[in-house]
C-alpha cells in the first residue's frame, strides 16, 4: 500500500472549515485513500473513502486531486468535538479479499473556542 | 446498537501470567482485526483473520495468538505476558472487501 504523509498537527477555530491535507504520490491505480480519525482514547471512527472523484457525506467532504497524488478532508463546519487524530490511509480495495489498514502518525486536529 | 464489543476495558496483568482478550461482532462481518496502540503512537496489526477458520500474522505478532472459530468471535490470547505488551487493544471488523471498518472500544492493559 502507498505510503501517506500528513502534517502532524493543525488548529482550526470552532465553526470555521477545518482542511486536512495528505500527499500520497505513490497511489497506484487500483488504492483508495481512507479517513479515520481517533478521538482520545476512543477506537478510530471511519469518516470517508474515495478512488478519483470527490465524495462527500454527512460527516466530512474529501477532494482528491486528478492525478490522485494527493487529497483534503474538509470538515466544512468544525465543533469542538472534532478534536481529533486524523489518520489518511491509502490501501487497496480486492473484491473478496480483505486487507488490513496500515495507520501512519496522523494529523492532531485541535478545535479551537 | 450493531457493533464490536471488547472485554475486559481494562485489566493489570502480572508479568508472566496468560490472557484473553475478547472481541465479539454482530454484523457477520468476514474479517476480523487485532491492533495495538502504545502511548503517543498509531495503531499497529497483531493478526487478522479474513474469514472463520483463517488468521494471519500482521506487523507485531510475536507474543501474541489468536483464533477464529466463527464469524463473530475473534480472542486475542497472550500466552505469558510481559510488560512491552503494556499497550491499549482495539478489535476492528470489516467486510468482504474491506470497505468501511469498525472499531470496538479498546481493552487498556497494564502488565506489571
Known amino acids: 500500500d502507498a505510503k501517506t504523509t500528513q502534517p502532524p498537527s493543525m488548529d482550526c477555530a470552532e465553526g470555521r472549515a477545518a482542511n486536512l491535507p495528505c500527499n500520497h504520490s505513490?497511489?497506484?491505480?487500483?488504492?483508495?485513500v481512507y479517513w479515520y480519525r481517533q478521538i482520545h482514547s476512543q477506537g478510530p471512527q471511519y469518516i470517508i473513502h474515495g478512488l478519483k472523484n470527490n465524495e462527500t457525506n454527512e460527516m466530512a467532504s474529501l477532494i482528491i486531486t486528478e492525478d490522485r497524488k494527493s487529497s483534503t478532508l474538509i470538515l466544512p463546519h468544525a465543533t469542538l468535538r472534532d478534536t481529533a487524530v486524523y489518520y489518511c490511509i491509502v490501501r487497496s480495495y480486492s473484491s473478496g479479499s480483505a486487507r488490513q489498514l496500515t495507520f501512519g502518525s496522523g494529523t492532531q486536529l485541535t478545535v479551537l473556542p | 446498537t450493531a457493533g464490536i464489543t471488547q472485554a475486559p476495558t481494562s485489566q493489570i496483568l502480572a508479568a508472566g501470567r496468560s490472557m484473553t482478550l475478547r472481541c465479539t461482532q454482530d454484523m457477520r462481518h468476514n474479517a476480523m482485526y487485532w491492533y495495538r496502540q502504545d502511548l503517543g503512537l498509531g495503531l499497529r496489526l497483531i493478526h487478522y483473520s479474513n474469514t472463520a477458520g483463517t488468521t494471519g500474522k500482521g506487523e507485531v505478532p510475536d507474543g501474541y495468538s489468536v483464533s477464529r472459530a466463527n464469524t463473530d468471535d475473534f480472542p486475542l490470547t497472550l500466552a505469558s505476558a510481559v510488560p512491552s505488551q503494556t499497550s491499549v487493544y482495539f478489535c476492528?471488523?470489516?467486510?468482504?472487501?474491506?470497505?468501511?471498518?469498525?472499531f470496538g472500544s479498546g481493552t487498556r492493559l497494564t502488565v506489571v
Open positions: 476492528a471488523s470489516s467486510d468482504s472487501g474491506g470497505r468501511g471498518y469498525t
Open positions: 505513490t497511489i497506484s491505480g487500483n488504492e483508495y
